[in-house]
Structures are given as C-alpha cells and as structure tokens.
C-alpha cells in the first residue's frame, strides 16, 4: 500500500516527536537522579544541568579541551549567565564549577566544610599517603617540614648553582644537536634532573632518569582520566607505571637508608635532602612515617615538581617567539644585568634573579594564560552555602582556574599575551591560581619559578629557537602542550 505524502509527513513527525522525547527523557535521568534525592534544600542548587547518565557532561568537556577549552566554561555562562557557580556531572560525580575569584577564594580557602577532591584516578594513582589522600592536619604538618628545604630565601639561593649548572649543560647539549628535538621532552628531562635531585640528592647516580622520567608521563596522563582498569586505557598504563615508580623509589630508599647508616658510623654530616627529612619526621606520639608513606609522598613531589617547570619553560619560549617586542624587552632586561655584575663572580645569584622584574611578569603571564592545571578539585563535606546557592554534602567542587584566568572582566583581552598588564598591579585573591590558594597552596611554587627563571636568562642570552611547526595543533589534557611537542631546533647565538 502507497502512502500519501500526508501520512509520510505525519509518520516522520511522529518518529521525530518520539525521538525527542526519548533523547528528552534520557538526557533528564542524571538531574532527576542527582537532585530529586536531594529534596527540599535550604538555598537553591546553581543553575546547570547534569548531562547524560553515567557519563555525564564528560562528553562536551572532552570536546571543549580538544582544540576550545575557554568554551566549556562560556557555553555555561551564555545558557545560564554570570552565576559564577554551574552545577554538572564530571569525572564521575555530581559536581559544582565556580569561576570567579571571589567564590574560588571562598572555597579554597574553608577546610571545615571542604576537603580534596581528586578524581579517583588521581587518588589511586598517587597513594593514600600523598597530598591528595591525607587529611587537613597530616597535611599541615608534612607541609611545614618540607616548606623550609625548597622555599624562603636560603633555601632557593641554594639550589641557584645547580640549577644553572643543569640548564647551561642542557642547552649546549640541545645546541650541539644536528636533528630537530621535541622541545617539550627535553625540557620535562632537565626539570625532572633538577627536582629528582634536590629531593633525593646522590642517591639517584643508579636510577635511570631517563626510563623514569617515560614512566611519569605515562603516570600523568593517567591522572585525571576515567579509572578505566583495561588495557588501551590511559588509567590502566597509568597503574603499571606507577607500580614501576614503587619499585625503583623503594631501592632509592633502601639505599638511602644503608648510606645513612653507613654515615652516622664514621660520623659523616651531609647536607640532607627532602626525602632525609622525609625519614626522620616523626608524629606527635613519636612515630616515624613507614616506607609507603615516604615512596607516595615522592612520587607525588617528583611528578608536580618536573611537569609544571617543564610546562612553563616551553609556554614562555612559545610566546615570546610569537611576541618579538616582548622577546627583545626581556632580552634586554638579562643584557643589563650582566653589564653590572662584577667580573670575580661567577654564575647567578638571589639578588640578580630579584632585579629580572620583567621577566617575572612574562613568566605570571605565561602561568595565567596557559593554565597548566584547568582546575582545583575539592569535596564538600556537608551542605555549604556560598553566594545564595548551597553545594551539597558530598558533591565535587570544581574551582575552574581556567574559567578566572580567562575572564574578561577580571582580565582585559585575557587572550591577549600581554606581561605590562603586571605593571602595578596586585591581583585580588583567587583571581590569580596557577599553584592554588589557601593551605594547599604548591610549597614547590617559588621553586618551579626560579628553575623557569634561570633556564630563561641563559636561553635569552645565548640561544635562539627555530619551530618547525609553528602552526601545530594544541591539545589541552592532561596538560596544555603542542601536539608536536614543539619540534624545534636551538641555535647558539654568537
């Protein structure tokens, strides 16, 4: 039988009118599920919506960071204005964003009501014993001892020396190379030389930093996946590295340990390094951290340590390329402070590091515009209410660094490389976030700063890049990087 062209019309209106309501309908579960169970609460949720069951917004998050991250967060604001809190589901849970410095202050900085959050990837593939599993307390106390041996002024001054030794020795080395590098990888192995280092001292001559250093990319692109324990997954080559990691931090403790021994017999008095006091820290009742404790706490300081040194190192070099005046402005400001220094000293010192005010507000750009960390997870302990809204008891709290960074109204042109907007001003608290806020602020900020700092006063005064591919295409996770990794070549300059 032949049907009419009106039947056909009402046959496909009909097909279209149930597919969108089953699509409706399917797209409705996470919000009914998630908010009708919350039932009537005190202040109202902040606007938003819950996405598809199980994977929630997942989906248009992983579109948005494939090529327009700053999309996720304005897609929210055009649908729902200028809240500055979205309620969604990502990584997994229910979840609120908020964006502005003013309400990303508030939460990072109330530990009654709020604790970390980290997706379970991130937790699992750090330990239970690292900054991402402990408590409040615990925290606070690792915090203080391990404060003094890689900030404040003795301490960076310290490491000054090492540090340049290490980046002239990379950049000549990168120099001498007659094929083109991947920019990114080199940097993460001179970072990972630095940091490996400072916290475990001589001890490391037998580890191959090389294979670890593999290891921990592996471990990082882990981090913030879907706990996915099947092989092809990210979080499945994540666990294995970590379970590598385990083992070779375990013979650099058991060494440590022999060597310890060995020197307080014929009275030795090295300068200790981080995991030293790692092993004498002791807790109010007297007892000392066990192996596990020590070995997740590494593991976590190693990976943060090199990543964002190595990150902001090829960000900076990135757009001062693109930015020739700013190239030659802070060219300039290292030319100057050789012609000063006196002829008897040799290498840099805090003084000179102090005077490269310029460069510092390349570098604090560079931090804003890249955002090498999207976000700050935290856990709501009980219901919280901030700015009229309440954040329920057990839902993630997403503090979107991004989303600040790139505001326009706390950052003119905030696409916009521009260092002068640094020129006099202060920036309130939590409208500036590359290394948190609060009492989880990253203890190792000041020295990820001073390893970019130094590696950029010889870079600038010597070196010179070519990119191959200037025009490569940029992938935001887990970190912000060229796709290429910035295949380059570095050239001397005479």
């Known amino acids: 039988m032949v049907l009419l062209d009106s039947q056909w019309f009402i046959l496909v209106v009909a097909l279209l009118g149930g597919y969108a309501f089953v699509f409706g309908f399917i797209r409705r579960l996470n919000e009914w599920y998630y908010v009708s169970r919350l039932g009537k609460l005190p202040l109202p949720l902040p606007p938003g919506d819950m996405g598809w069951p199980f994977l929630g917004n997942m989906p248009t998050f992983l579109k ?76 606070r106390r690792l915090r203080r001892l391990i404060t003094s041996p890689i900030n404040g002024h003795e301490a960076l001054s310290s490491y000054i020396g090492l540090i340049e030794d290490i ?63 099947l092989p092809g997954f990210a979080f499945h080559k994540a666990l294995k590295a970590r379970k590598k990691l385990l083992k070779m931090l375990q013979g650099v403790v058991d060494q440590k340990r022999k060597n310890n021994i060995n020197n307080n017999n014929n009275n030795n008095r090295e300068k200790k390094d981080m995991m030293d006091l790692l092993m004498e820290v002791k807790d109010e009742e007297g007892n000392m951290l066990e192996d596990e404790d020590i070995i997740d706490l590494l593991l976590v300081f190693l990976l943060a340590g090199h990543e964002s040194s190595a990150h902001g190192i090829l960000w900076t070099i990135i757009y001062l390329l693109d930015h020739p005046h700013v190239l030659q402005k802070a060219k300039k400001e290292q030319e100057e402070i050789m012609e000063i220094r006196p002829s008897t000293q040799k290498g840099l010192n805090i003084k000179e590091i102090k005077q490269m005010e310029y460069l510092s507000k390349v570098i604090d750009e560079m931090l804003r515009k890249t955002t090498i960390s999207f976000a700050n997870f935290r856990l709501a302990k009980v219901d919280v209410n901030i700015n009229g809204y309440t954040i329920p ?46 009492s989880r602020f990253c203890p190792g900020s000041d020295l990820a700063k001073l390893e970019i700092t130094i590696f950029l006063h010889h870079f600038l005064l010597n070196y010179r890049m070519e990119r191959l591919n200037p025009d490569s295409p940029i992938t935001y996770l887990p970190v912000p990087r060229p796709t290429d990794n910035c295949l380059a070549r570095i050239i001397k300059v005479t």
């Open 393 to 438: 008891k057990g839902w993630k709290v997403l503090v979107w660094n991004r989303g600040v960074h790139m505001d326009p109204e706390t950052y003119s042109n905030p696409k916009e490389f521009d260092p002068s907007r640094w020129e006099n001003y202060k920036a309130r608290a939590g409208s500036f976030l590359p290394f948190g806020l609060g």
């Open 167 to 229: 980046a002239v020795k990379h950049l000549e080395k990168l120099s001498t190379m007659n094929m083109p590098i991947e920019f990114l990888k080199e940097m993460r192995k001179f970072a990972f030389e630095v940091i490996t280092i400072i916290f475990i001292s001589s001890d490391c001559d037998h580890v191959d930093l090389g294979l670890v250093e593999n290891l921990y990319i592996d471990l990082n692109k882990g981090m913030k996946s879907l706990s996915i324990n």
């Open 64 to 139: 948005a960071f494939k090529s327009d991250p700053d999309s996720f967060i304005n897609n929210l604001v055009s649908r729902y204005g200028r809240t500055g809190m979205y309620r969604t589901h990502l990584f997994g849970s229910p979840s609120i964003v908020v964006c502005t410095p003013e309400t990303c202050r508030k939460v990072l900085t109330d530990e009654e009501n709020l604790k970390l959050g980290y997706p379970s990837s991130a937790t699992a593939l750090t330990g239970k014993r690292s900054f991402h599993g402990i408590s409040n307390n615990e925290h």
